[in-house]
Antibody, heavy 118, light 106 residues
């Protein structure tokens, strides 16, 4: 069974940093593209970042470019999102999701909440 | 950037109803469109990809159609478990979600 479990969320002050992790199991992690998507309170889904299988392609939404860094550790079946210069508008539930190539997202985790507030 | 516009934003329906949600892209995305179901506190679930391909394990009452800029998701005979928010997503160029359609009990 595919499992994606996010962790690392919490309360952080504006301007601070946080690192999210996503532990993957139940599939061959190294052959899938991995993605982060977020949902702000009362809002819809927003794509954040995507990373191809061998780190060849990395894409970011304009709203996080230059502040967030997506990375992966294929040996440990883990995906990461390093977030810096956090703003109140980054407050959201962050989901990791897998997908075949640069395509749809076929499995998602249950999310981890990030709150940016003083 | 490609913008995705869903309609309606909210849909009130009863069990057994046929419902249709539409999604419009700001430019042609061929058939590179997916549909997701999302319930509060749960992981979003893929329903349809490539505009009309049903994801494995998804009930056949869900179907998708369209290409280019106009797409739709249809649920025939709405079931109690179907009350949720539905999102379209384009993946022709990067990824963009529609704003969501909440299907609520009438």
């Amino acid at each position: 069974e595919v499992q994606l479990v996010e962790s690392g969320g919490g309360l952080v002050k504006p301007g601070g940093s946080l690192r999210l992790s996503c532990a993957a199991s139940g599939f061959t992690f190294s052959v899938f593209n991995m993605n982060w998507v977020r949902q702000a309170p009362g809002k819809g889904l927003e794509w954040v970042a995507s990373l191809s299988t061998s780190d060849r392609y990395i894409y970011y939404a304009d709203s996080v470019k230059g502040r967030f860094t997506i990375s992966r550790d294929n040996a440990n079946n883990s995906l990461y999102l390093q977030m810096s210069s956090l703003r109140a508008e980054d407050t959201a539930v962050y989901y990791c999701a897998k997908g075949p190539r640069a395509s749809h997202f076929d499995s998602w985790g249950q999310g981890t909440l990030v709150t940016v507030s003083s | 950037d490609i913008q995705m516009t869903q309609s309606p934003s909210t849909l009130s329906a009863s069990v057994g109803d046929r419902v249709t949600i539409t999604c419009r892209a700001s430019q042609s995305i061929s058939s590179w469109l997916a549909w997701y179901q999302h319930k509060p506190g749960k992981a979003p679930q893929l329903l349809i990809y490539k505009a009309s391909t049903l994801e494995s394990g998804v009930p056949s009452r869900f179907s998708g159609s369209g290409s280019g800029t106009e797409f739709s998701l249809t649920i025939t005979s709405l079931q109690p478990d179907d009350f949720a928010t539905y999102y379209c997503q384009q993946y022709n160029r990067y990824w963009t979600f529609g704003q969501g359609t909440k299907v609520e009990i009438k």
